[in-house]
Nanobody
Framework: QVQLVESGGGLVQAGGSLRLSCAAS????????MGWFRQAPGKEREFVAA????????YYSDSVKGRFTISRDNAENMVYLQMNSLRREDTAVYYC?????????????????WGQGTQVTVAS
């Protein structure tokens, strides 16, 4: 069982930056690939970024590639999403998720555990 708690969301001006954090419980954190997803009002939850169990592999959606960076600290059971050059269309609730699948899964169906989400609002 893994419990995930996101933090770091908020209101930011377009072009600004935010860093999201996700704290995971449990002693097997390094056994899970981790991902960030987001869901805007009226839209389906979409993949943002994923990182492999060791942190050696990452994958990004085209919409955030070059602007967002996912990282993890297995010693501290933490995963992060550094978001730069934010745009209005990045406004959404951001979710942290854990997957027992190897590699960098991108589908919501591949993730076993989810956090409650943190709101990110980008104002123009």
């Amino acid at each position: 069982q893994v419990q995930l708690v996101e933090s770091g969301g908020g209101l930011v001006q377009a072009g600004g930056s935010l860093r999201l954090s996700c704290a995971a419980s449990g002693r097997t954190f390094s056994s899970y690939a981790m991902g960030w997803f987001r869901q805007a009002p009226g839209k389906e939850r979409e993949f943002v970024a994923a990182i492999s169990r060791s942190g050696g592999g990452t994958y990004y959606s085209d919409s955030v590639k070059g602007r967002f960076t996912i990282s993890r600290d297995n010693a501290e059971n933490m995963v992060y999403l550094q978001m730069n050059s934010l745009r209005r269309e990045d406004t959404a609730v951001y979710y942290c998720a854990a997957s027992s699948i190897r590699g960098v899964p991108t589908s919501t169906l591949r993730y076993n555990y989810w956090g409650q989400g943190t709101q990110v609002t980008v104002a123009s």
